[in-house]
């Protein structure tokens, strides 16, 4: 489509995939936003693992602004992911999550700062809606940042990334065996793969509070489990690089205790306090599963 057509139309052609677990009320702001985009995208593709009536219809009711529902079985925004990945029309696809809501020029600023590059991936601002400490993944720098040639695992944001249909799925797609850090597993990989990723301030979305104390305890809890999932995965594929981001994270989890001791309870849980338990038995039980092979995501993944 022209430039002339996507003003007229007032649509881009990208695909926005939007995982969901039946947060309805969540992805009624998320659609709201997405729909109030000038200029908008084609195609908003929501990706449902809840498979409530509600979502259905929530997406029924912004079809036009290009929305449609996908089943997904299963949980897990790598599951969803792929789904999604095999669903959209575009190669150019942008993603958030239903607890989110993004800026009214967030389609046009991912189309553009993306391109036509099929080795690409731009992530953005996450910025929290609600007290800062009580929502997770959040990224409010200011300052862009270039990330190719470097050996990172946790500088994309997955609810807030523009990427390549064509590129992703060339390297594998999503790994459905790491439920809660399956963004930190495909950075790796795309960056020791050579490919470029690109941190832009100007890509900005809102990260809804909603968690309770308890709610973050144990999202905390399950993605340091899954962290250690995805180090064991890279250790008994031979690569030893991760053992760096491993003493990282211990060292991280020792000043956190340090913090809490001279500073009593914090208020909301600290995202490193799930490393001491978590994180361990993630790599207990990634050490245990045969990477070789492709089964179905276990239990306790």
Known sequence: MSGGAAKRTGR????????????????????GSLAACRPGAEEIVIVDQSDAPEVH???????????????????????????????????RILV??????VDA???????????TESNLIVTGRVMPVGEPASVPSIKVDPVPHDFTGERQCGALYPNNMALSREGVLALGGFDERIRYAEDNDLCYRWLRAGHRLR???????????WRSRPDLTRLY???????????????????????RFIADDARAALRVAGARVVRGRPAWPDPRSGIPIALPAGLIAGLRVDWKARPEAPQWL
């Open 12 to 31: 881009l052609p990208v695909s926005v995939i939007v995982p969901t677990i039946g947060r309805t009320e969540l992805l009624r702001q998320c659609l």
């Open 57 to 91: 219809a929530l997406a029924e009711k912004f079809a036009d602004a290009g929305a449609r529902w996908v089943r997904c079985d299963g949980r897990g925004t790598s599951r969803a992911m792929n789904r999604g990945l095999r669903e959209v029309s575009h190669d």
């Open 96 to 101: 958030t999550h239903d607890d989110c809501t």
């Open 105 to 115: 020029d967030w389609v046009e600023a991912a189309e553009r700062l993306l391109g």
């Open 199 to 209: 941190y832009h301030p100007e890509l900005v979305v809102w990260h809804h509070d």
């Open 221 to 243: 809890r399950r993605y340091w489990h899954s962290q250690g999932v995805f180090y064991a995965k890279h250790l008994r594929g031979g690569d030893l690089a991760v053992l």
